[in-house]
């Protein structure tokens, strides 16, 4: 960040390079728009309405369909900013599922939160409205990234793909006549 010398470039590109609610927002409404519940931006404790033993960070997206079983804690990531592959495999590499530095990674992060939802069904299920919640880790890129091709035993169990891969692959959203 030092070689953004000027406050146009420190305030307006580097700004939107960082910045990720635009992105998280968009998958919000495209979910939303196929008959989705969504919640955008949810601390867990709103969500579980309880102190948790550490900060787990707030989920990017949380959705489900009234009337279903799936309750989906997204991680969305956009990567349209990053210019070469190494501004990738840097981002990337942020995406093991394990520890950097004594701390987790932004997957473990990601698969802590969902571990925790899914030990705390019953405030799920009370936030959602849904029975007998499934939480399902999902992991929504804007366009082709590696991950979605990589062999990380961590993704194992969570979805990666973009909106339209996971309108193709769950479906939209049905929701209970009344």
């Known amino acids: 960040q030092s070689f953004f010398q000027t406050p146009a470039m420190r305030d307006a590109w580097w700004g939107k390079a960082n910045e990720g609610h635009t992105f998280n927002a968009l998958v919000a409404d495209q979910l939303r728009a196929a008959g989705w519940e969504v919640r955008a931006g949810i601390e867990l404790t709103a969500v579980l309405n309880a102190k948790l033993d550490r900060d787990y960070g707030d989920v990017d997206v949380l959705a489900w369909c009234p009337g279903g079983e799936e309750v989906f804690v997204v991680e969305c990531k956009d990567l349209s900013f990053r210019r070469n592959y190494s501004e990738i495999a840097a981002l990337l590499s942020d995406y093991q599922g394990g520890f950097k530095n004594g701390k987790p990674d932004k997957l473990k992060r990601h698969l802590m ?66």
């Open 113 to 178: 939160r969902v571990e925790c939802a899914a030990s705390h069904l019953p405030a799920v299920a009370r936030f959602t409205g849904v029975a007998a919640p499934k939480i399902r880790s999902c992991l929504l890129v804007a366009g082709l990234v590696p991950m979605q091709f990589a062999s990380i035993p961590a993704l194992e169990g969570t979805f990666v793909g973009d909106v339209d891969q996971f309108g193709a692959h769950f479906g939209q959203c049905r929701r209970p006549s009344t």
